[in-house]
């Protein structure tokens, strides 16, 4: 597996992010707006301490590359893609956005490879989510890919 993105990577090349999104949960005047900020403002070394011990949630989705497609309304280039169709273990699919620092890596995002997404579960301060339940914002921190045994 290649590691072709993680978020510490993704904002050191914009750190204007970090200020925003903690400006967003330190802002009183937007009671549904933003991160709850439970386990530290965002990218903090707070933040990423309950990451590392588990104190802030995290999910892994693994699955195989069953197809690529583009998503969205913005006009693209011939066959550029920015979504991927996965299938997990349990058979079912999901749809996720390809992420990669460099052109080259998304190149790798073909039917067949597999791809593990690591994300942070952070609480919103909106609260409760439709089922009820809490109300996460789902934020990439790492993605990895196979690499040289997709179908051709």
């Known amino acids: 597996m290649k590691t072709v993105y993680t978020l510490a990577g993704a904002l050191a090349r914009d750190p204007g992010r970090v200020a925003k999104t903690r400006a967003l949960t330190l802002d009183e005047s937007r009671p549904h707006m933003g991160l709850k900020g439970s386990h530290g403002l965002f990218a ?21 590359i069953e197809r690529t497609s583009f998503a969205g309304q913005d006009s693209r280039r011939g066959d550029q893609v920015n979504s991927v169709t996965l299938r997990l273990a349990d058979g079912s699919t999901v749809d996720e956005s390809i992420y990669a620092h460099h052109s080259q890596d998304s190149r790798l995002f073909v039917p067949g490879a597999t791809v593990t997404m690591v994300y942070a579960l952070d609480e919103l301060k909106a609260q409760a989510a439709a089922d009820g339940g809490v109300n996460y914002a789902r934020t990439v921190l790492e993605v990895a890919i196979s690499v040289g045994n997709a179908r051709e």
């Open 44 to 64: 903090s070394a707070e933040w990423w301490d309950s990451i590392a011990a588990g104190r802030l949630l995290t999910q892994t989705v693994t699955g195989s």
